[in-house]
């Protein structure tokens, strides 16, 4: 099993710590597709995944999630964070055992969601009064504490929709402070994806690379060489892949990632669990 970059004191440190500044933004890896933002002394928390309760709920069954890596901090520790995001509703982007503690030590929280899918999403944390949720849709943008948010379809493994035609699957666009970052939740490469991504100038592309296998008997993702084409074909400054060493059955390396990056001459950081990477204006 892997541990964290490091531990929960001394992330929590490295979070407090991280200047406030107006032109930086820091971004830390929590694990799967989870990400923490900072920028301007604000937090932003994208899809966190911070329990064991897919490991607990597939333990006795065919299809195991056993854990790769140990989890990179409690949700209880981040009581400072108020503005969440969640792309769809798989339980590794909408997590029970997470949002809970974190709506109830922080006294409330502001939880974005897909509009196709808010009561399931509130039907599954019971109603919860301390979670406010704020419904998006694909083409649509909220200001939500000062963060930017704009919805763009993700296909996982396809654009699916409600009978009113909005999007099950999203990814973000989040902007602040001069900055602005894609995070893909889950999805493959679709028509339209580069062109609703390019008018945002995007300084990182959080990309996912553990490819799309139907033997796993999950839905897919793009792997590194599509995710790092993505990253080129939007003109992200950076690329940073996630979805790879949380659970052994649905995971690839980096190296494919990394190659296909150094081949295009697309900037690119792996993290490790809990590690940060600071953009600078």
């Not at 609703?196 to 839905?219: H, M, Q, S, T, Y």
Request: hydrophobic share 40%.
């Amino acid at each position: 099993m892997i541990s964290p970059f490091q531990s929960d004191a001394a992330l929590l440190a490295d979070i407090h710590t991280a200047s406030p500044e107006g032109d930086s933004l820091h971004l830390w890896w929590l694990g799967q597709s989870g990400f923490l933002l900072k920028q301007g002394g604000s937090f932003l928390l994208l899809d966190p995944y911070l329990s064991d309760s897919l490991t607990l709920k597939y333990a006795a069954t065919d299809k195991p999630h056993t854990r790769m890596s140990e989890r990179c901090i409690a949700p209880e520790a981040l009581d400072f964070v108020r503005v969440i995001t969640s792309s769809h509703q798989h339980t590794d982007h909408f997590d029970e055992a997470t949002l809970l503690p974190l709506a109830g030590r922080n006294e409330g929280i502001r939880l974005v969601v897909p509009a196709a899918v808010e009561d399931l999403a509130r039907a599954r944390v019971d109603g919860t009064p301390q979670i406010e949720f704020i419904p998006i849709n694909e083409g649509e943008s909220t200001i939500v504490d000062g963060w930017w948010i704009s919805a763009v379809a993700a296909a996982h493994n396809e654009i699916e929709r409600d009978e009113e035609g909005r999007c099950k699957f999203l990814g973000y666009v989040i902007q602040r402070g001069g900055f602005a970052v894609y995070h893909s939740g889950d999805t493959l490469w679709h028509e339209g994806l580069v062109g609703a991504l390019l008018p945002f100038l995007c300084d990182a592309a959080l990309v996912p690379i553990n490819g799309n296998k139907p033997e796993r008997r999950v839905a897919g993702n793009l792997n590194g060489t599509e995710a790092a084409a993505l990253a080129k074909a939007i003109g992200a400054k950076v690329a940073v892949p996630h979805h790879f060493e949380m659970f052994e059955f649905n995971t690839e390396s980096p190296e494919e990632f990394v190659g296909t990056c150094q081949r295009l001459g697309q900037p690119y950081q792996v993290l490790r669990c809990g590690e940060r990477l600071t953009l600078q204006k």
